[in-house]
T-cell receptor, first 112, second 115 residues
Framework: GESVGLHLPTLSVQEGDNSIINCAYS??????FIWYKQESGKGPQFIID?????DKRQGQRVTVLLNKTVKHLSLQIAATQPGDSAVYFC???????????FGRGTSLIVHP | EAGVTQFPSHSVIEKGQTVTLRCDPI?????LYWYRRVMGKEIKFLLH????????ESGMPNNRFLAERTGGTYSTLKVQPAELEDSGVYFC?????????????FGEGSRLTVL
């Protein structure tokens, strides 16, 4: 399969710690933001999304924060587990578009 | 429900040869997308079908790439002739029409290596 983590920004954490993955987006007209998780050898999988009229959204063990002032998005993972090890991509969707534009990705490595 | 399936999972060809990648979306998904990821870089958009119609092909790199979706079901992406820089993983994704959720369902990708 693909070596998804090669040459990517990397975050290493211990099992049980909280993880914060950051993303800077480029288009101030984007009104929809999504986080995807890609495990080695698999395709990206939807985690959570947030609209631009919100600044926080929570899911199961994950929270997404949106700061439109500085065009910054973050994904917080609580009590990180080895199964969370993957590459995480943020994606933005400009208003009126149906095409997610993906960032470069961050590799999360969780040590047991 | 079967997920998005892609074939082949891995193809190794020589520069100048032709390769055709196939994507079977989830049944009932009218939106179909092709993306490409070069190792270590972002996942780049190639094109978007709604049923059999190309809605947006702004990401197609050049005329060596041809995508089709005859009958609005499966899609093929042909690269002819292949160049070294075409190497990467080609992802297909699908979603339903209707209220937009941003959730695309991706296949596992077709890894293309051009030698």
């Amino acid at each position: 399969g693909e070596s998804v983590g090669l040459h990517l920004p990397t975050l290493s954490v211990q099992e049980g710690d909280n993880s914060i993955i950051n993303c800077a987006y480029s288009n101030s007209a984007s009104d929809y933001f999504i986080w995807y998780k890609q495990e080695s050898g698999k395709g990206p999988q939807f985690i959570i999304d947030i609209r631009s009229n919100m600044d926080k959204r929570q899911g199961q063990r994950v929270t997404v924060l949106l700061n439109k002032t500085v065009k910054h998005l973050s994904l917080q993972i609580a009590a990180t587990q080895p199964g969370d090890s993957a590459v995480y991509f943020c994606a933005e969707i400009p208003g009126g578009s149906y095409i997610p534009t993906f960032g470069r990705g961050t590799s999360l490595i969780v040590h047991p | 429900e079967a997920g998005v399936t892609q074939f082949p999972s891995h193809s190794v060809i020589e520069k100048g040869q032709t390769v055709t990648l196939r994507c079977d979306p989830i049944s009932g998904h009218d939106n179909l997308y092709w993306y490409r990821r070069v190792m270590g870089k972002e996942i780049k958009f190639l094109l978007h079908f709604v049923k059999e119609s190309k809605q947006d092909e702004s990401g197609m790199p050049n005329n060596r790439f041809l995508a089709e979706r005859t009958g609005g079901t499966y899609s093929t992406l042909k690269v002819q002739p292949a160049e070294l820089e075409d190497s990467g993983v080609y992802f297909c994704a699908s979603s339903r029409l209707g209220p937009y959720t941003g959730e695309l369902f991706f296949g596992e990708g077709s890894r293309l290596t051009v030698l």
